[in-house]
């Protein structure tokens, strides 16, 4: 059975970078169709899609983040990262990862982290 | 990009009872639309895609049905455990998670 489990820094201080990762059991990262997305939801807020990574290393970003996003994946031990640099209050969330199915809707997701930023 | 509202926002219902969940998109997403529960402190959970496919192991009480731009969730008789609440996304256009603001189905 396909499992996610996000991993990361809880606190990050404003102006620095959020680095999160998500472990893959179940299935290896690197076989397609699928891709690998990050969403987040901010407190009491519903959800944001952030990006995701397709198995090949294509990426694509929600044109929101304004370039401060980087998704990648690290097929050797099964995984795949965030990497949001600049960070305000506005970023403190939980993060969730997810896979993306071929037609586009996202299963399993993993249970979330939450990231405050604050100094 | 398209967007998703989801009404009502809060639903008071009584166990055994009939919910029926809206979710509307700005432009026809054809039926490319997917439903999720979530519970506190959990991750969402996948229950239809395709706006009226079952995911694995969703039980037959919770239906999808509607396509282009107006789609509903029912749950034909609310157990305690359907408590929560739920999300409609469209994967029709990118980006490929918009979602709705999220209906709290409640005691």
């Known amino acids: 059975q396909l499992q996610l489990q996000e991993s990361g820094s809880g606190l990050v201080t404003p102006s620095q970078t959020l680095s999160l990762t998500c472990g893959v059991s179940?299935?290896?990262?690197?076989?397609?169709?699928?891709?690998w997305t990050w969403i987040r939801q901010p407190p009491g807020k519903g959800l944001e899609w952030i990006g995701n990574?397709?198995?090949?290393?294509?990426?694509y970003y929600n044109s929101s983040l304004k370039g401060r996003v980087t998704i990648s994946v690290d097929t050797p031990k099964n995984r795949f990262s965030l990497k949001l640099s600049s960070v305000t209050a506005a970023d403190t969330a939980v993060y969730y990862c997810?896979?993306?199915?071929?037609?586009?809707?996202?299963?399993?997701w993993g249970q979330g982290t939450l990231v405050t930023v604050s100094s | 990009e398209i967007v998703m509202t989801q009404s009502p926002a809060t639903l008071s219902v009584s166990p055994g009872e009939r919910a029926t969940l809206s979710c509307r998109a700005s432009q026809s997403v054809s039926g490319n639309l997917a439903w999720y529960q979530q519970k506190p402190g959990q991750g969402p959970r996948l229950l239809i895609y395709g706006a009226s496919t079952r995911a694995a192991g969703i039980p037959a009480r919770f239906s999808g049905s509607g396509s282009g731009t107006e789609f509903t969730l029912t749950i034909s008789s609310l157990q305690s455990e359907d408590f929560a609440v739920y999300y409609c996304q469209q994967y029709n256009d990118w980006p490929p998670g918009t979602f709705g603001g999220g209906t709290k189905v409640e005691i």
């Open positions: 990574i397709y198995h090949d290393g294509s990426t």
């Open positions: 179940g299935a290896s990262i690197s076989s397609g169709p699928y891709s």
């Open positions: 997810a896979r993306i199915m071929v037609r586009g809707w996202f299963d399993p």
